[in-house]
């Protein structure tokens, strides 16, 4: 069994009494820094004029440009998007990085994939939540917690473990647990996880569920809360108590469907291309891709997310979730604090 770290071995003195810079004030940067901020952590933020600049603000906390939040801090977690972050990095974060200072990030993308490449005199680990920003900040307002995977990079001052768990602690990953991992770990789990199963295996999943039931001329309707809204219901108990819990609520016909035909729909030859998609992450070629899309301006996804955005399903559950006020959109206050 890995090791789990738990609150109550946490010392979070090492990180007390230094400055904290949160870079960026989106998804993660605003959960980040007030969690760190309520668990009585110095953290200032980093972040360019606008939207979530003006949120930040709105929020009590003290907020600089990225290299002035940079400069005076002994810990500079960056929480920009993935793909902006080289660029930032280079111009406004590493010019003002002192020795000794802690270099952080929330996903091992750019350091794994030599996309940033960090002086040699700085702590460089990472604090990865494994969930939404938008959760992180949710569950500690509420005593409860994401959990995290914590890896070190490179460690200079011999505390950087201790002061990743400390960080995992302030933003109450440690009610939850918090793992030791490494950058390539960490990096080609996430990237997988969220193309194979969380993200693009359960969209094309619920779609293609959807569409079997509409186009054999089921109500759309019927076919949305069936296949997606449903959805929430059973892996709420899935989280809650692992597949057995979940099948002790549902019915015995279910059961029986679930062990019949599951295995007709993720074959041998969807485990193969799981494996396929493993590899890509493996030898970089994703990673090559995501790079030069975004140096191409986004042409393939911006035209795939206008297309997606039309689909049947979408249409219909904005009517229906329009009807379910006790739904709550995060959308709505990731719009005010700018994310993407
Ligand atoms: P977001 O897209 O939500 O972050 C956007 C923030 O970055 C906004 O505050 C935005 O400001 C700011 N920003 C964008 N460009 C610049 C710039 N040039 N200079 C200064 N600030 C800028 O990012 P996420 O929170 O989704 O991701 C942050 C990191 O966390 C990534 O490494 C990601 O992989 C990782 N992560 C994310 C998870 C998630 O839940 N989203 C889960 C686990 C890890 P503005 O409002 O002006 O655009
Ligand atoms: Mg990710
Ligand atoms: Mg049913």
New binding site residues.
Partial sequence: MAKVFYENEVNEGVLKGKKVAVI??????HAHAQNLNESGYDVVVG??P????AQAEADGLRVYD?SEAAEQADVVMV????E??PA?YKNEIAPYLSPGNALV???G?NVHFHQVVPPEDVDVFLV??K???HLVRRTYESGAGVPALVAVYQDVTGTAKETALAYAKGIGSARAGVLETTFKEETETDLFGEQAVLCGGLSSLVKAGFETLTEAGYQPEVAYFECLHELKLIVDLMYESGLEGMRYSISDTAQWGDFQSGKRIVTDETKAAMKRVLQDIQSGEFAKGWILENQANRPVFNAVNELEKTHPIETVGRELRAMMPFVKPVRKEKEAV???
């Fill in positions: 960026g004030y989106g998804s993660q940067g972040v360019r606008g939207k979530s600049r990225v929480l920009l998007p993935d902006l972050q930032v990030f929330a996903h993308f990865a939540p969930g939404p920003g700018g994310g993407a």
